[in-house]
């Protein structure tokens, strides 16, 4: 993804621009997508079917493995402050701390997966706020499932730069072989007699690592690891159970989803012209897949205001996170959140009231300034 592009999605994950000023930026009309259109992505309404949202799925970049995901392995995540990032997750939702150095803090996420978190993350200073829309803009800015309220956010302190899934069938050396045949160039990253796994890069150079990792041999014992801060605040009680999704933000969502598909089995949900809500595997859970639509009018593209003559630069990040939790009643989640001090920014996929929403899910910030989404799905 180009850095102006990436910049645009983020300012509207994180509140500080609204839906309009992002279709805006987009060259897209507001007042041909409506609110409801954009909760699934930035074709809806009068744009679907048109050629800017061409939704011709991309053919596969080598022959598919034959491999399926099994297991979200875990994570990799780095931070500004690693304690209180864990803490907050601790207390939050629920998450249990298997080893803490005081460099690395391991944590399982429920019993899906776990998160590596590592500190020393630098920041660079924070750029000028954005100007106060104009009078008649878009204030209610609900973004749609993945999309976040407006309102003003602190500069993201946190990166999730890796994840790992684990596959089957799995065997070392026929892995890297077939990685190797595909022009992966893998690099393993073997841990005593039980971890193995090999690190490739995606389309945009995001680090995608691919375990042996299955149910039977991952977070077998108790998670035991202790903090070395105390609580942000009284713990919630919540028990996180699903992925959600991954908001992925990528240069060309159309070749990241035949990349995924072929290499990992995962199943694009629906082209719509800008993005694909991919399934990772129904037990695991998904990722929304978006950004450049390569078989538009144009390819590839930047955004309006950007400098056409600029190189593409590609670039994959995982924008925010959405998590299911059990027992999700919106006004009880809204007023725990609250209670604790933190923002809860309503997000049902579109413009119903969230009482009423099939999907139900408030946006709130980390303490290092990352979007977490909870929501309502516990299961595909």
């Known amino acids: 993804m180009s850095d102006a592009l990436s910049k645009l999605f983020n300012d509207f994950d994180r509140g500080s621009i609204s839906r309009r000023q992002l279709l805006q930026a ?13 909760g699934q992505g930035g ?14 799925p991309f053919p596969a ?87 976040a309220a407006r309102g003003p956010r602190p500069p993201a302190r946190a990166v999730w730069n890796n994840f790992c899934w684990g596959i089957e069938p799995w ?15 893998p690099v393993a990253d073997h841990n005593g007699k039980d971890f193995f796994s090999f690190h490739v890069k995606d389309p945009d150079g995001f680090d995608l690592q691919i375990s042996n990792g299955n149910k039977k041999n991952r977070r077998t014992t108790p998670a035991t690891g202790k903090l070395n801060v105390p609580a942000p605040f009284e713990p919630t009680g919540w028990q996180t159970l699903y992925l959600d999704h ?15 598909q072929a290499l ?28 450049g639509n390569a078989n538009a009018p144009g390819g590839l593209t930047p955004p309006r205001g950007a400098d056409p003559n600029a190189p593409l630069v590609r670039r994959a990040q995982m924008g925010h996170i959405a998590f299911g939790i059990a027992a999700f009643d919106p006004d009880k989640v809204k007023a725990e959140l609250e209670k604790r ?14 009482h009423t929403a099939k999907y139900k899910s408030y946006h709130t910030t980390t303490p290092n300034g990352y979007d977490l989404q909870i929501s309502n799905v516990i299961s595909k």
């Open 26 to 38: 987009l060259g897209i009309a507001a007042v041909t997508a409506p609110m409801a259109g954009f």
């Open 43 to 56: 074709c809806g309404g009068e744009r679907k079917g048109t050629p800017a949202c061409n939704a011709t």
């Open 61 to 147: 970049p080598f022959a598919p493995t034959g491999w399926k995901t099994v297991l979200f392995d875990h994570f990799s995540l780095q931070v500004v402050d690693l304690e209180k990032e864990a803490a907050y997750y601790n207390a939050l939702m629920g998450w249990k701390v298997r080893s803490n150095d005081g460099k690395t803090i391991v944590m399982d996420i429920g019993t899906l997966g776990g998160v590596i978190m590592r500190g020393g993350l630098q920041v660079p200073p924070a750029p000028p706020a954005p100007p106060t829309p104009p009078a008649g803009a878009d204030a209610a800015g609900g973004g749609g499932r993945g999309g």
């Open 171 to 185: 065997d070392t050396k026929k892995v890297e072989e077939e990685l190797k045949k595909r022009g992966l160039n």
């Open 246 to 260: 991954i908001s992925f933000e990528v240069t060309s969502y159309k070749e990241s989803v035949a990349f995924y």
């Open 264 to 291: 990992l089995g995962w199943k694009p949900g629906g082209d719509e012209g800008s993005q694909d809500e991919t399934t990772i595997s129904p037990e695991i859970g998904g990722l929304i897949i978006r950004g």
């Open 341 to 354: 001090g933190l923002s809860a920014r309503a997000d049902t996929g579109g413009s119903e009231d969230i």
